[in-house]
């Protein structure tokens, strides 16, 4: 079965209708791209898949079981944002991976964050970063705070499903390539990849499907080899 499924999800805050009936699946070794306008409900979409918030009808299944509410620990997940990641600011690179492992995501296996490792990572995924285990986050670029983010998400040892909001926001060309290259051999090894992203080239050209989400409704799910300008 897929990693993870929606069928029919519904979710409104007061009487915004974020998502409207949702299907979508998303499969071990796919990068599956989200894309839509603003308020289209792509950030509502990705936490309840996520298990970060319930909806209100509808399931989400995780490898075919449903899954039970509030089960955010089903996965690894990274959330991205310009100017703001969910690392701690006052932190060093190496504590904000071991903070993560120790206390959110406690059963997936993550282990503790030598700063070897961590190191070795951030040279695995970004040449080049010019971080250091040991560097506050506070005294970190955009971009790196950005790199550091990612791989953080990628220090599970069996990683599901990898969520990417907007990943290159404050990265520069150069990143951005190296990013999705290390995407593409994770969704080799197995991962399911969603790449939320308003940069529909990039979208195009990383991911192997691209559905199109609108008033919180699908309004195409197609293979992204061919597609141009989705709408
Ligand atoms: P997108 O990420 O595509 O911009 P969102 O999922 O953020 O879309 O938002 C979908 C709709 O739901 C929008 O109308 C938005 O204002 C509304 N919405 C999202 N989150 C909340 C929330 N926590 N409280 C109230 N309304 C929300
Ligand atoms: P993005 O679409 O890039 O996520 P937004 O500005 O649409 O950026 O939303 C930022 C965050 O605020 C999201 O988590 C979204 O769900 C939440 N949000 C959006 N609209 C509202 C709203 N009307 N009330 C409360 N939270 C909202």
């Known amino acids: 079965p897929p990693v993870v499924t929606a069928r029919g999800v519904t979710k409104a805050y007061g009487r915004t209708r974020a998502l409207a009936g949702v299907d979508l699946q998303v499969r071990a070794g796919e990068v599956l791209g989200l894309v839509g306008h603003n308020g289209a409900g792509k950030s509502t979409l990705m936490r309840v898949l996520a298990g970060l918030e319930s909806c209100d009808a509808g399931a989400v299944l995780v490898h075919g079981e449903e899954a039970p509410a509030g089960s955010a620990a089903a ?3 990274v959330r991205m944002a310009y100017q703001e990641t969910s690392l701690c600011p006052d932190l060093t690179v190496a504590e904000n991976m071991w903070i993560s492992s120790r206390h959110c ?6 282990r503790r964050a030598a ?6 990572r951030l ?6 970063h010019g971080v250091t285990p040991r560097d506050r986050v506070e005294d970190l670029s955009l971009a790196q705070r950005q790199m550091v983010e990612i791989v953080r998400a990628c220090l599970v040892d069996r990683l599901d499903l990898l969520i ?3 990943p290159t926001e404050s990265l520069g060309p150069d990143a951005a390539r190296t990013l999705y290259a290390y995407v593409r051999r994770l969704a ?3 991962t399911a990849v969603l790449l939320i992203s308003h940069r529909i080239r990039e979208v195009l050209s990383a991911a192997d499907r691209v559905v199109v989400l609108r008033d919180g ?7 992204a080899a061919g597609m141009t300008e989705p709408d």
């Open 123 to 128: 040279d695995e995924v970004f040449p080049g």
């Open 188 to 190: 080799e090894a197995g």
């Open 164 to 166: 990417l909001d907007e």
């Open 217 to 223: 409704a699908v309004t195409a799910d197609r293979a």
């Open 105 to 110: 995501l406690p059963r997936l296996g993550w």
């Open 115 to 120: 700063s070897t490792s961590v190191r070795r």
């Open 75 to 77: 996965f690894g997940t």
